[in-house]
């Protein structure tokens, strides 16, 4: 097996209102293709493990390697453009950039890295758009859809620069049952069908339990690594 | 680049309000400054123009002053002042005539930078009409040099400038002193000087300058008149007036002259130090005020522009997690003040120069005297210029706090919550 994601050791302090360790030595590996959900209670330090691993917050100890690189000692600026290479974000709000289209929502980042030319970049949006079902809304302002709309929006902006691996932050957790399933449905077909790898950070213990593996976490710390089931 | 520039525009035309509020006060700061400056530097050009026309370039005298020496003494033994002697003498009584007067006119008349040479002779005297006697002055010219320098002809009120030349003892009377003495062109007056002369002059013209103080006092008759008034010899002239062909080379010329001829040579600038001076204060003012126009501009902009930010800040941060770097983000804001700045001082451009056009079609009547028909206003491209690098200058400016703060903002704090 082929392992993007690596943590060696991984331990972040937060300072306010005064110094604790949010992580603890925290190591594990993810594989392509693996769809991992990590779960815990409120302030376990689970949103915070992901958005170390998604190169946002570069404030900790620790060896974090992606896709091959080891993120540290790059420049903001080069952290940046990994992430629009590598990395797709679904976040629990769908953040969609409101004043433009969802079109131009899903091309934004493809122009930012600017691997293709601008007509490729918007059939390639029509397509990501085509497969998350919401082709037929290409071309109205993001703010007129309905969360879940939003949300598969937003996964075929997290889709459109084929990341190494997608990120998920509650993807599901603004979004009633039926568009929870449709959306974890997405998900899971990516993995399946295009060796998506997929981490997700959720509550939701139904939704983890039909992912590839459980990372359980507790005060900072990983008490289970789940049984890899793609293997 | 393309990309920002498109994110830039989308973000000003999804809040038309506020893009449209903030563009227009800069179109105000610098609608106001294309209005102020027009017609303050209109105002100063036209008092200038009118000043010059009755001040030469260079003006050659000899000076009461130059010729005052202090003592051997007072020089050498002021600091000890053990010595008797006579300090600070009175002035000396010297020949106001400029020696050699008409071969330096001619000489003066070969020099390259020189465009025009009129030499003068004047001289204080009473004007008796009837029973009125008024102070006054005159100035004995070769009225066509002095036309060509001062544009007499164009100063006429009634009569001929010409006749100047064709009536024996002839004389161009100020219109102020004319209706002073209640004399009309054609009729005759009697000069008195100082020195006791006195002679009968016909006038055959009256000019008005504008200036109170010349159309007052001044009246022209021709050298060999005043001469004969003054009962001097032919060759006796006590200025010479000099033009050049660029008057801002003044300056440099008069001291060249002072030193090859050896009289007294004072240039236009130094002669008028105090209304230039004047220039120059209402000059900075209209600056001043202009840029506090700006600058409460510029505080809009700011407010505005920090408030969008803070409006987008979701967005920001989703666009830094999808690749965008800081200075992407500054790029994206510093636009859209570019933008702002730009269209706002275009505008105000054309609304600053729309309203200095139409000042400058207001007829104004200032009596008989001023030559000033319509309102000055200056049409200088450089203020225009001016106006839209000051007026973007100040929206960068303005624009960059915000986007800096725009730029260095954390996704992980925004999206965490």
Known sequence: MNTVLQTQTITKYFHEPETFAVLKDVSFEVEKGEFVSIVGKSGCGKSTLLYVLSTMDTDFEGALTLNGTDIHGKTQDELARFRGEHIGFVFQFHYLLPEFTCLENVMIPALKLGKYSREEIRDRALQKLDLLGVREHAEKRASKLSGGQQQRVAIARALINDPTIIMGDEPTGNLDSTNTRIVFDILKDLSRTFHQTIITVTHDQEFAAMTDRIIEMQDGRIISHGNRLSA | ?417
């Open chain 2, 1 to 417: 680049m393309n990309l920002h520039i498109s994110i830039a525009k989308t973000h000003l035309l999804a809040k038309k309000k506020q893009t449209i509020t903030a563009m227009l006060g800069v179109t105000f700061g610098i609608g106001m400054f294309i209005l102020m400056i027009g017609v303050i530097t209109g105002v100063n050009e036209y008092l200038t123009d009118s000043m010059l026309e009755s001040t030469a370039h260079v003006r050659m005298y000899n000076d009461l002053a130059s010729s005052n020496r202090t003592s051997i003494i007072e020089e050498t033994l002021l600091s000890t002042l053990e010595v008797a002697s006579t300090l600070h003498q009175k002035p000396k009584n010297i020949k106001l005539s400029i020696r050699n007067g008409m071969q330096i006119v001619s000489d003066l008349k070969n020099h390259p930078e020189v465009a025009g040479v009129s030499p003068q002779l004047s001289s204080q005297v009473f004007y008796n009409y009837g029973p009125v006697q008024l102070n006054g002055n005159i100035a004995g010219v070769n009225i066509v040099d002095e036309d060509n320098l001062f544009d007499v002809a164009g100063k006429i009120k009634a009569g001929r400038m010409e006749s100047l030349l064709t009536t024996g003892n002839g004389l161009i009377m100020g219109a102020g002193l004319a209706k002073k003495l209640n004399a009309q062109v054609g009729d005759r007056i009697t000069i008195t000087t100082p020195f006791g002369g006195s002679m009968t002059l016909k006038i055959v013209a009256t000019f008005a300058t504008g200036n109170v103080q010349i159309d007052n006092v001044k009246s022209y008759a021709s050298i060999g008149t005043v001469q004969k008034i003054l009962q001097r010899d032919p060759g006796y002239i006590t200025t010479i007036s000099v033009n050049l062909k660029d008057m801002n080379d003044a300056k440099k010329i008069a001291p060249e002259l002072q030193a090859k001829y050896g009289i007294k040579s004072e240039d236009w600038e130094t002669a008028n130090a105090v209304i230039l001076q004047s220039f120059v204060i209402r000059n900075i003012m209209t600056y001043v005020i202009v840029t506090t126009l700006l600058v409460v501009a510029g505080f809009g902009i700011y407010n505005i522009m920090s408030m969008t930010i803070n409006d987008k800040m979701k967005d920001i941060a989703i666009m830094k997690a999808t690749g965008f770097t800081a200075r992407d983000i500054v790029i994206v804001f510093m636009l859209q003040a570019v933008i702002v700045g730009f269209f706002g001082a275009s505008l105000g451009l054309m609304i600053g120069g729309s309203l200095a056009y139409w000042v400058s079609t207001i007829p104004v009547d200032f009596g008989e005297f001023a030559s000033m028909t319509r309102f000055p206003v200056n049409f200088d491209p450089m203020h225009y210029l001016f106006g839209i690098i000051f007026g973007v200058g100040a929206t960068c400016l303005a624009g960059f706090l915000p986007s800096r703060k725009a730029g260095k903002i954390d996704p992980v704090d925004i999206i965490r919550g």
